[in-house]
């Protein structure tokens, strides 16, 4: 059992409530320079839902270490540089709906090229999971910055409220999809919902969607179509990648996006992810990470 480190009672009440009820940080291990701590909810015995490496700083406490990518489908969360070009465009804003930990958000700024003239709005439902990750996984490094504006609030409201084509990039990362307003389990909700998410990307824009479910594997592959056939109402081009055994990553683009090369849409992918490369000591052979899971565990639909 990880040691714990802080435990806070979940601050959201009502119909918006998550289904859990604590959040806990722990300290999953530590060689006196490097330490790695998790965000997990409800209990330290669960998988945490944030993993972020820490070195101490004489001026801040913590500092986070970008580069470090340790939940199974963090790298495939940076697979949608492929369509866009490697990276983010100069002046790009983006949005994060679900912060957690922030690991993602140190991702963008300190290893994709473009980051580091970024603007996020980064969105969080719940104030215990800023708290922690302020307190404790270096989430204050991110905001130093200026460029990071953290919001507490329902993500779906904060998009319906945004305005016409403001976000390069929009990135959903959901836990307990069944309690979103982008669940399957209400069809009408997530169609308004990806309907919103289409509004505020610009023409360049592309929505990223990283769902975990642990329900059956054909209630999984039934939810999956479906969001599938909602997404590409809107959307030019949905891409599918099954990360893990219970991850989904949904990637939809505004415009078809045309890879170069030869060979079918699975070998142009990860030929274009092979061409990628990141800065801040981010080594990645994403390609070839996508080469392991295979064609069968991603396809693409065009609308």
């Known amino acids: 059992m ?14 918006t409530a998550p289904w859990y ?15 790695v701590r998790g965000l997990h909810f409800n209990s330290a015995s669960n998988p945490p839902e944030s993993v972020v490496r820490l070195v101490p700083t004489t001026t801040s406490g913590w500092k986070p270490i970008a580069s470090a990518l340790d939940k199974a489908y963090a790298p495939f969360a940076l697979l949608p540089f492929a369509l866009t070009g490697g990276g983010f465009a100069p002046s790009s804003r983006a949005c994060l709906i679900g912060v957690a930990g922030g690991s993602l958000l140190h991702v963008w700024l300190g290893c994709v090229p473009g980051g580091a003239s970024l603007q996020v709005d980064a969105v969080e ?36 409220a945004a305005d016409d084509e403001v976000y390069d990039m929009l990135m959903l990362d959901l836990d307990g ?24 990307l610009s023409e360049r824009g592309v929505l990223v969607v990283n769902e975990y479910r642990e329900s059956a594997a054909h209630e999984r592959l039934e939810a999956m179509l479906r969001s599938v056939r909602v997404l590409r109402r809107y959307f030019a081009q949905v891409t599918v990648v099954r990360t893990t055994a219970h991850n989904l990553m949904f990637i939809a683009t505004v415009q078809r996006v045309a890879l170069p090369g030869d060979g ?13 490369s990141f800065v801040g000591g981010l080594e990645l052979d994403l390609g070839t990470r996508l080469r392991e899971l295979g064609s069968k565990k991603c396809f693409s639909s065009f609308a």
Not at 22 to 30: F, G, K, N
Not at 185 to 198: F, G, I, P, S, T
Not at 264 to 276: G, I, M, T, Y
Request: aromatic letters at 6%; a negative charge; glycine letters at 6%.
């Open 21 to 35: 009820t604590h959040v806990v940080v722990t300290e999953l291990s530590t060689d006196g320079q490097v330490t």
């Open 264 to 276: 079918d849409p699975f070998d142009k992918l990860c030929a274009a992810a092979d061409r990628l």
């Open 125 to 160: 439902l719940d104030g215990a999971v800023l708290r922690a990750a302020r307190e404790h996984l270096g989430l204050g490094c991110c905001e130093a910055t200026g460029r990071v504006a953290i919001h507490q609030a329902d993500g779906a409201a904060f998009i319906a």
């Open 177 to 200: 999809v069944s309690e979103s307003a982008y669940s399957m389990a209400d069809e009408v909700a997530a169609r308004a919902a990806y309907r919103e998410a289409y509004r505020v």
């Open 2 to 15: 990880p040691r714990i480190l802080a435990r806070y009672p979940c601050e959201v009440s009502g119909r």
